[in-house]
């Protein structure tokens, strides 16, 4: 079984409300549904990922904002800029890890569209978390790929913001050596989100990367640190 054959997502009970702008609070898990998906055009917002996650992970879906409906009906704009915010997490490293994004989609004349996700997972890494963030966050606005023009990545790792802006090209010419010709770690992590960014370069996509502090009062950034530690706890939770 590969890294990305598994997956256990949790479906809420009852659907979100987009018109209250509630974020999902007192969240109630249905058993996995795997035949939903992230639907930027309904605005419906499912639990099941573009693609699964290592086996034991669990989700949490909180999608946040107005009704998408009626904010598309307001813009005749096809070709959508996209904010990805990212965050990971782990207690003790390595130890147990969350993670989390948040996707905030300008629509020009409208309030932005925002959805979120966060989940965790078992005897991992902080640095597999950050990355895994982005690879989620990356999947699910590939759902939307006709509606894409621009994807900025803000994450405060600058291991996987260097490793996508300068490090990976090299990195797989090298044979996914590392110049003190030691193995790249995550190496699987890596080539997959290689293969999704270069899925939407190939489609014109322009990809950005910026880099933040950890910690210093950004306010998605602490929003995805938040999710990605709530994770957490509720696998500990579980475990009592």
């Given at each position: 079984m590969s890294f990305f054959d598994s997956i256990n997502p949790f479906k809420k009970k009852e659907e979100f409300n987009f018109d209250s702008g509630n974020a999902g609070a007192n969240m109630d898990y249905a058993q996995p549904n795997l035949d939903e998906g992230h639907n930027f055009d309904s605005g419906q917002f499912a639990s099941h990922p573009p693609n699964p996650m290592p086996q034991d992970d669990q989700r949490m879906t909180m999608p946040l904002g107005e009704n998408i409906r009626?904010?598309?009906?307001?813009?005749k704009y096809k070709y959508m800029k996209y904010?990805?915010?990212?965050?990971?997490?782990?207690q003790p490293n390595p130890g147990t890890g969350g993670w989390a994004y948040i996707i905030e989609k300008i629509v020009p004349?409208?309030?932005?569209?925002?959805?979120t996700d966060c989940?965790?997972?078992e005897n991992t890494t902080n640095n597999r978390m950050e990355l895994i963030s982005i690879l989620i966050g990356l999947r699910t606005i590939n759902k939307a790929l006709n509606d894409i023009s621009s994807i900025n990545i803000t994450?405060?790792?600058q291991y996987a913001i260097n490793g996508l802006s300068k490090w990976c090209t090299n990195w797989a010419r090298q044979g996914w050596v590392k110049k003190d010709k030691?193995?790249?770690?995550?190496?699987?992590?890596?080539?997959?989100?290689?293969e999704v960014v270069d899925s939407l370069k190939i489609h014109n996509v322009v990809i950005t990367y910026k880099h933040i502090p950890g910690h210093s009062g950004h306010p998605r950034n602490e929003q995805c640190d938040e999710m990605a530690v709530k994770a957490i706890s509720?696998?500990?939770?579980?475990?009592?």
């Amino acid at each position: 079984m590969s890294f990305f054959d598994s997956i256990n997502p949790f479906k809420k009970k009852e659907e979100f409300n987009f018109d209250s702008g509630n974020a999902g609070a007192n969240m109630d898990y249905a058993q996995p549904n795997l035949d939903e998906g992230h639907n930027f055009d309904s605005g419906q917002f499912a639990s099941h990922p573009p693609n699964p996650m290592p086996q034991d992970d669990q989700r949490m879906t909180m999608p946040l904002g107005e009704n998408i409906r009626q904010q598309r009906r307001k813009t005749k704009y096809k070709y959508m800029k996209y904010e990805l915010y990212t965050d990971g997490a782990c207690q003790p490293n390595p130890g147990t890890g969350g993670w989390a994004y948040i996707i905030e989609k300008i629509v020009p004349g409208a309030d932005s569209i925002i959805v979120t996700d966060c989940g965790y997972q078992e005897n991992t890494t902080n640095n597999r978390m950050e990355l895994i963030s982005i690879l989620i966050g990356l999947r699910t606005i590939n759902k939307a790929l006709n509606d894409i023009s621009s994807i900025n990545i803000t994450s405060d790792s600058q291991y996987a913001i260097n490793g996508l802006s300068k490090w990976c090209t090299n990195w797989a010419r090298q044979g996914w050596v590392k110049k003190d010709k030691k193995p790249v770690l995550n190496k699987e992590l890596w080539i997959s989100l290689m293969e999704v960014v270069d899925s939407l370069k190939i489609h014109n996509v322009v990809i950005t990367y910026k880099h933040i502090p950890g910690h210093s009062g950004h306010p998605r950034n602490e929003q995805c640190d938040e999710m990605a530690v709530k994770a957490i706890s509720n696998l500990r939770k579980k475990h009592v």
